[in-house]
């Protein structure tokens, strides 16, 4: 991951994003600055961060991200409540 990347929303990205109600600058935030990365294989990796919901609750924003030559993408994004089951290390 290059501070400088070149990071695209899929169509399937931009259409889950408005189903689940994220906005695209929060995934794209996200995307771009980590607080944690999760190589799955080859060119995925899920780049997640926790945050805190209004009813000050905890979740994590995962954006599941395909890398290439060419720059990333991302594939889709989802919030959840499960951070400890999803979140590495601590």
């Not at 935030?29 to 060119?43: C, H, K, N, S, Y």
């Not at 995925?44 to 009813?55: L, N, V």
Request: charged share 35%; proline share 2%; glycine share 8%.
């Amino acid at each position: 991951m290059k501070a400088d990347e070149e990071i695209a929303l899929a169509a399937h990205a931009r259409w889950q994003a408005a189903r689940r109600g994220l906005a695209e600058e929060e995934i794209l935030r996200v995307a771009r600055a980590p607080q944690q990365v999760i190589r799955l294989r080859r060119g995925r990796e899920i780049r997640q961060s926790r945050g805190r919901t209004p009813q000050g609750g905890e979740h994590l924003l995962r954006v599941v991200v395909e890398v290439t030559t060419e720059g990333a993408t991302v594939v889709t994004a989802y919030r959840t409540s499960k951070t400890r089951k999803y979140w590495r290390g601590e």
